[in-house]
Nanobody, 125 residues
C-alpha cells in the first residue's frame, strides 16, 4: 500500500498564500500520478491539480490555474501544493491522492486508490 500524510493547512486571509505538503511512503514508484483534491462542506470532492511523478507533467482545474502550483521533492518523496492569491471559495478540506501511472492525469477521485486524511484550509474574507 501507499501511505499519504498531508500537512500545512490552516487559516489564511483572502489574497494570502499557503503551502500544503503530502508525504508519501510505502510502495511508491516514479511512474505514479499524484493529485490534490478538495471538499467543501455540503459539496462533492473536486479536483484541484495533478502531476505525473515520472514525466513531470501537470494539470490544473480551471478554478485554480494561475494561482496554485503543484510540485515535488523527489528525495523526500513529498508533493506540494503552493496556493497563492487565495479566495474564500478555496475553503475546504484538501486531500492528496495517488495512483499508478497512466497516459493521462485523471481528475475524478474514484480512480485514485490511495488517499491522505486531509488537511483543513480556511480562507477568511
Amino acid at each position: 500500500q501507499v501511505q499519504l500524510v498531508e500537512s500545512g493547512g490552516g487559516l489564511v486571509q483572502a489574497g494570502g498564500s499557503l503551502r500544503l505538503s503530502c508525504a508519501a511512503s510505502g510502495r511508491t514508484a516514479s511512474s505514479y500520478i499524484m493529485g490534490w483534491f478538495r471538499q467543501a462542506p455540503g459539496k462533492e470532492r473536486e479536483f484541484v491539480a495533478a502531476f505525473s511523478w515520472g514525466a513531470g507533467t501537470t494539470f490544473y482545474a480551471d478554478s485554480v490555474k494561475g494561482r496554485f502550483t503543484i510540485s515535488r521533492d523527489n528525495p523526500k518523496n513529498t508533493v506540494y501544493l503552493q496556493m497563492n492569491s487565495m479566495k474564500p471559495e478555496d475553503t475546504a478540506v484538501y486531500y492528496c491522492a495517488a495512483r499508478a501511472g497512466i497516459f493521462n492525469l485523471p481528475t475524478t477521485p474514484n480512480v485514485y486508490p490511495y488517499w491522505g486524511q486531509g488537511t483543513q484550509v480556511t480562507v477568511s474574507s
